[in-house]
């Protein structure tokens, strides 16, 4: 059985860390895109191909998953959601939904189940704290998920305590209520939640684990065979998890440097090698430099971590918002 660890103790806490959020808001997601999945056999494709079970997928439950290589390194990462018309919609960094869809595509063969780019079709917004509609962020666990008229919402999890939802409609519905957001606010909240988005600068970089994926509901361990699910289900069953992901700050000296993805990490246990990578990044107008890393355990038990060399911008980790699952 699972039992949750806790964030080391020496980590700062978020609310010292004078990190800010505006309290509403509502952001179009332009930096993602939408994968439908429609006919017959559509769920039971999915389930064949992504990290999660999708055959009891309703309307009211969306779904995080990784497709995986035979490897069983990511490819790509979605938030799936389940239209009243049967059709699931895989919502995904846009960067990567040419390959990945083409990748899908290859499995498809004699199932009923058509996969189309329909992000042309879907409005996606991101609705931070009061904007927040259709769901009750009191009582409504994350990846929860309701169909109001036309438009499907999803609850993802919280950011600096912050409610948060993805909002997808056909494109000519009018855009949900409250004030503008800057989308690099958003994806200040999309690190400050934990839950990483694979894009193109790290495809096949990690198993899911590593971004801590089977501890937000990404990865299900009793399902059929998928790609890859061997080696993660060795990951997680032969204690072997030895990298996991982690939310990391700018240091103040350091607040002008330019955070990416794809950048690698160092910490001074051991300056010769890396230690990791940054998985995605983020900046506001008016806040410090964001990232989720994807770091040996060692090297955050360590600290002293630097952002491209061994001298490169000092890291200061903050603690996830999350427990994380132990090793089985």
């Avoid at 056999?41 to 055959?55: E, K």
């Avoid at 990865?219 to 790609?227: D, M, R």
């Avoid at 794809?262 to 983020?282: K, M």
Wanted: a negative charge; hydrophobic letters at 45%; proline letters at 6%.
């Amino acid at each position: 059985m699972h039992s949750p660890t806790t964030s080391p103790a020496s980590l700062p806490s978020l609310a010292s860390s004078a990190l800010q959020l505006p309290a509403s808001g509502v952001a179009r997601l332009t930096h993602l895109g939408v994968i439908e999945a429609s006919g017959d056999d559509a769920i039971h494709f999915l389930n064949g191909q992504l990290s999660n079970d999708f055959t009891q997928l309703s309307p009211s439950e969306a779904r995080l998953a990784a497709f995986c290589s035979a490897k069983g390194r990511m490819q790509a990462s979605f938030v799936a959601i389940k239209r009243d018309n049967g059709d699931v919609l895989l919502v995904c960094s846009h960067d990567l939904l040419a390959p990945t869809l083409k990748r899908l595509s290859m499995f498809v063969m004699r199932a009923k189940a058509k996969l189309r780019d329909a992000s042309a079709d879907f409005s996606v917004y991101g609705l931070l704290g009061q904007s927040t509609t259709g769901l009750d962020a009191g009582t409504n666990a994350p990846w929860s998920a309701a169909n109001t008229g036309e438009a499907s919402s999803v609850q993802l999890y919280p950011a600096l305590g912050l409610a948060r939802q993805l909002w997808l409609a056909p494109a000519n519905t009018p855009a949900p209520a409250g004030p503008t957001l800057a989308l690099a606010d958003w994806q200040c909240s999309e690190v400050l939640s934990g839950v990483a988005t694979v894009s193109a600068a790290v495809v096949e970089a990690f198993v899911p684990q590593m971004l801590n994926f089977e501890s937000v509901g990404g990865v299900s361990f009793k399902k059929g065979c998928y790609p890859g699910q061997e080696v993660v289900a060795r990951s997680q069953f032969r204690g072997t998890l030895k990298r996991r992901a982690y939310i990391a700050q700018l240091q103040s000296s350091d607040a002008d440097a330019s955070v990416a993805a794809g950048q690698e990490l160092f910490s001074s246990q051991d300056p010769d090698q890396p230690c990791g990578l940054v998985v995605q990044a983020a900046r506001s107008a008016q806040g410090p430099g964001l990232a989720i890393v994807s770091m040996q355990t060692s090297a955050s038990e360590a600290g002293n971590l630097h952002l491209g060399s061994p001298s490169g911008a000092a890291l200061a980790l903050l603690p996830l918002p999350y427990p994380l699952l132990e090793d089985i």
